[in-house]
Nanobody, 126 residues
Framework: QVQLVESGGGLVQAGGSLRLSCAAS????????MGWFRQAPGKEREFVAA????????YYADSVKGRFTISRDNAKNTVYLQMNSLKPEDTAVYYC???????????????????WGKGTLVTVSS
């Protein structure tokens, strides 16, 4: 079992930045690929970014590529999402998730993730 707790959400103006954190406890953090997803009101949960167990490879949705950066610190059992140049359309609840799969395409699908946090709200005002 892995417990995930997100933090760092809040209200920011368009063009601003936020850094989300996700602290993991329970089973060995480094055994899992990690991902960030988001869900806006009335929309389905969508993939944002993912990172391999070592942190050596990262994957991004086209909508955030070049603006968001995912990273992890296995010594601190934490994964981060640095969000820059935020847009109003980035407004959503952001979820951290962990996957035991070794297949990157599965990390881009909510059904491919094994554990979820409860989410943190990011609101970007225009």
């Amino acid at each position: 079992q892995v417990q995930l707790v997100e933090s760092g959400g809040g209200l920011v103006q368009a063009g601003g930045s936020l850094r989300l954190s996700c602290a993991a406890s329970g089973r060995t953090f480094s055994r899992y690929a990690m991902g960030w997803f988001r869900q806006a009101p009335g929309k389905e949960r969508e993939f944002v970014a993912a990172i391999t167990r070592s942190g050596g490879s990262t994957y991004y949705a086209d909508s955030v590529k070049g603006r968001f950066t995912i990273s992890r610190d296995n010594a601190k059992n934490t994964v981060y999402l640095q969000m820059n140049s935020l847009k109003p359309e980035d407004t959503a609840v952001y979820y951290c998730a962990a996957s035991g799969s070794y297949i990157p395409t599965e990390w881009k699908n909510p059904n491919g993730m094994d554990y979820w946090g409860k989410g943190t709200l990011v609101t970007v005002s225009s």
